[in-house]
């Protein structure tokens, strides 16, 4: 069992920045990728990024590029990530959770979320 939990989330203007943390318990965090995943009102949830066990690889959806960074510190059971010049379609709730790839069906745990507003 893994639990996870966000935070970090808030409202902000764009061109702002906010860091999202994931606090995870239960299994040994650094044995395991970890992804972020995002879903706006009445959309499916997207892929934004993920992690390898050991942080050496990361991925990102297109629409984070250049604008978001995904890191984990395994001494502190914490995932994190780190957007930047953040637009209005950046809006949703993001979660993290625990798998690999950017199909939500193969992540397994999944924290409750956590709700970044950009206002334009």
């Known amino acids: 069992q893994v639990q996870l939990v966000e935070s970090g989330g808030g409202l902000v203007q764009a061109g702002g920045s906010l860091r999202l943390s994931c606090a995870a318990s239960?299994?040994?965090?650094?044995?395991?990728?970890m992804g972020w995943f995002r879903q706006a009102p009445g959309k499916e949830r997207e892929f934004v990024s993920a992690?390898?066990?050991?942080?050496?690889?990361?991925y990102y959806a297109d629409s984070a590029k250049g604008r978001f960074t995904i890191s984990r510190d395994n001494t502190k059971n914490t995932l994190y990530l780190q957007m930047n010049n953040l637009k209005p379609e950046d809006t949703a709730v993001y979660y993290c959770a625990q798998g690999s790839g950017p199909i939500p069906s193969r992540y397994d745990y999944w924290g409750p979320g956590t709700q970044v507003t950009v206002s334009s």
């Open positions: 239960g299994r040994t965090f650094s044995t395991y990728a």
């Open positions: 992690i390898t066990w050991s942080g050496y690889n990361t």
